[in-house]
């Protein structure tokens, strides 16, 4: 994980955002994004991230020369094999993964039960899952669904309110009855980055399975899944990868799981021979087995589109890019809004790529902004939270935010 220097002494004078702009390698990145129409700071691109303007161009081209221009003819000349193809991309620059491990295929919820329903099948005789009591709402709902239907219990992790899982905190919970625990790589809510080296392992040393839920962690901290030995991971691409409101997802399952995968969503674009029309279902070798429908092919063009910058940046670059925008930030809120509470860490790495700040004004306050031009997130019950995406947002777009953010939350 990455180091970086300590927190700006909140005592002494704020960085200026003009000077940490001029001096950032990646602020020309900024302006390659479509810019808001009354937009004054946008403070939420771990929820959507902004188009770039190659996507804005490259779209209706696509539907002509692609899809009016080719048509059916389509599918044999790349589409088919578009989601394996951008999955090793999204490997290979986001995920520290090996190719023929990541494909891009459904939402984020239907990779996450695909992912758990097969844990379940690889692991017959155990009896429980794993996951955090404070996980996204989607994770907790389909653990609870599937424990329902297949008589399970469901063991909850206790986790503190701005911070994540820990290896000392997963070994109080998993046991040799643990088939798997779904896990945030980086927390929704407080960004916490977790150890998943450390973590993963403390898993597998009792048998389990891990699945991260890369979400907030995809395209804004380097990951090293192979390195890490960790066993399944997903993600959506609408974060950090900017593939634009309801993008398809991504899910890695390691070399070494996928002859046992059994995909619970039978599809024919998953079968060995889909044109053959056989009866029966024969899977797919590799990571094709995951697939059940028809590729969204137009969804995964600005991926593409965001992956090129990345790629051209570099991960390292993004990271320490990210590192500062939210030191920035907490130096900010710090200075300016003292009677806010930052509930995320503040060892950078331990920190993903948002911060929250609680405040009892927080929801009044986020509705203000928003008719004002910025557009921060609204956490239940009092948190506000920050997304500094590092290649769309500047270091004055945090400062005009968090001072705006001061003067709602203080009325």
């Given at each position: 994980m990455t180091d970086a220097a300590p927190l700006p002494n909140p005592a002494a004078p704020l960085p200026d955002p003009a000077a940490l702009d001029a001096a950032d390698p990646l602020a020309a990145v900024v302006d390659r994004f479509v810019p808001g129409d009354d937009l004054v700071a946008y403070l939420d691109g771990n929820s959507l991230g902004r188009p770039l303007r190659a996507t804005l161009d490259a779209l209706p081209d696509f539907v002509r020369t692609q899809w009016a221009g080719r048509l059916i003819r389509g599918w044999d000349e790349g589409w088919l094999s578009l989601g394996e193809r951008l999955g090793d991309r999204i490997g290979a620059a986001c995920l520290g993964a090996a190719s023929g491990q990541t494909i891009v295929a459904d939402s984020?919820?239907?990779?996450?039960?695909?992912?758990?329903?097969?844990?379940?099948?690889?692991?017959?005789?155990?009896?429980e899952l794993v996951i955090a009591r404070d996980e996204f709402p989607t994770d907790r709902f389909i653990v609870e669904r599937l424990a329902d239907d297949h008589g399970l219990t469901v063991r909850w992790l206790e986790v503190p309110h701005g911070g994540g899982v820990t290896p000392e905190l997963i070994a109080e919970v998993v046991s040799e009855r643990t088939i798997a625990a779904l896990l945030g790589g980086v927390a929704y809510r407080s960004a916490w980055w977790a150890d998943m080296a450390a973590v993963t392992g403390v898993v597998q040393a009792h048998g389990a399975l891990v699945i991260w839920d890369c979400s907030h962690a995809v395209g804004s901290v380097p990951l090293e899944l192979d390195a890490w030995g960790v066993d399944m991971a997903v993600g959506c691409s609408y974060k950090y990868l900017n593939g634009g409101p309801g993008a398809p997802a991504w899910a890695y399952v390691a070399a070494r799981h996928q002859a046992q995968l059994r995909n619970p969503i039978p599809g024919w674009l998953g079968a060995a021979e889909p044109f053959s029309m056989t009866a029966g279902f024969e899977p797919a070798p590799g990571i094709r087995r995951l697939v059940s429908g028809t590729p969204p092919i137009i969804g995964m063009q600005p991926i593409a589109h965001m992956l090129d910058e990345i790629e051209a940046a570099g991960m390292p670059a993004v990271r320490a890019k990210s590192v500062a925008l939210t030191g920035f930030a907490i130096a900010l809120v710090d200075a300016l809004i003292p009677d806010a509470v930052v509930a995320s860490p503040r060892d950078p790495a331990r920190r993903g790529g948002h911060i929250t700040v609680d405040h009892p004004n927080a929801r009044r306050a986020v509705e203000r902004l928003w008719a004002e031009g910025v557009i921060p997130d609204f956490r239940h019950p009092s948190g506000v939270r920050l997304g500094l995406s590092p290649l769309s947002t500047s270091f004055a777009d945090v400062e005009r935010g968090i001072r705006a953010l001061a003067a709602a939350l203080a009325d």
């Amino acid at each position: 994980m990455t180091d970086a220097a300590p927190l700006p002494n909140p005592a002494a004078p704020l960085p200026d955002p003009a000077a940490l702009d001029a001096a950032d390698p990646l602020a020309a990145v900024v302006d390659r994004f479509v810019p808001g129409d009354d937009l004054v700071a946008y403070l939420d691109g771990n929820s959507l991230g902004r188009p770039l303007r190659a996507t804005l161009d490259a779209l209706p081209d696509f539907v002509r020369t692609q899809w009016a221009g080719r048509l059916i003819r389509g599918w044999d000349e790349g589409w088919l094999s578009l989601g394996e193809r951008l999955g090793d991309r999204i490997g290979a620059a986001c995920l520290g993964a090996a190719s023929g491990q990541t494909i891009v295929a459904d939402s984020t919820t239907v990779l996450i039960f695909k992912l758990l329903r097969a844990a379940i099948a690889a692991r017959p005789g155990r009896t429980e899952l794993v996951i955090a009591r404070d996980e996204f709402p989607t994770d907790r709902f389909i653990v609870e669904r599937l424990a329902d239907d297949h008589g399970l219990t469901v063991r909850w992790l206790e986790v503190p309110h701005g911070g994540g899982v820990t290896p000392e905190l997963i070994a109080e919970v998993v046991s040799e009855r643990t088939i798997a625990a779904l896990l945030g790589g980086v927390a929704y809510r407080s960004a916490w980055w977790a150890d998943m080296a450390a973590v993963t392992g403390v898993v597998q040393a009792h048998g389990a399975l891990v699945i991260w839920d890369c979400s907030h962690a995809v395209g804004s901290v380097p990951l090293e899944l192979d390195a890490w030995g960790v066993d399944m991971a997903v993600g959506c691409s609408y974060k950090y990868l900017n593939g634009g409101p309801g993008a398809p997802a991504w899910a890695y399952v390691a070399a070494r799981h996928q002859a046992q995968l059994r995909n619970p969503i039978p599809g024919w674009l998953g079968a060995a021979e889909p044109f053959s029309m056989t009866a029966g279902f024969e899977p797919a070798p590799g990571i094709r087995r995951l697939v059940s429908g028809t590729p969204p092919i137009i969804g995964m063009q600005p991926i593409a589109h965001m992956l090129d910058e990345i790629e051209a940046a570099g991960m390292p670059a993004v990271r320490a890019k990210s590192v500062a925008l939210t030191g920035f930030a907490i130096a900010l809120v710090d200075a300016l809004i003292p009677d806010a509470v930052v509930a995320s860490p503040r060892d950078p790495a331990r920190r993903g790529g948002h911060i929250t700040v609680d405040h009892p004004n927080a929801r009044r306050a986020v509705e203000r902004l928003w008719a004002e031009g910025v557009i921060p997130d609204f956490r239940h019950p009092s948190g506000v939270r920050l997304g500094l995406s590092p290649l769309s947002t500047s270091f004055a777009d945090v400062e005009r935010g968090i001072r705006a953010l001061a003067a709602a939350l203080a009325d």
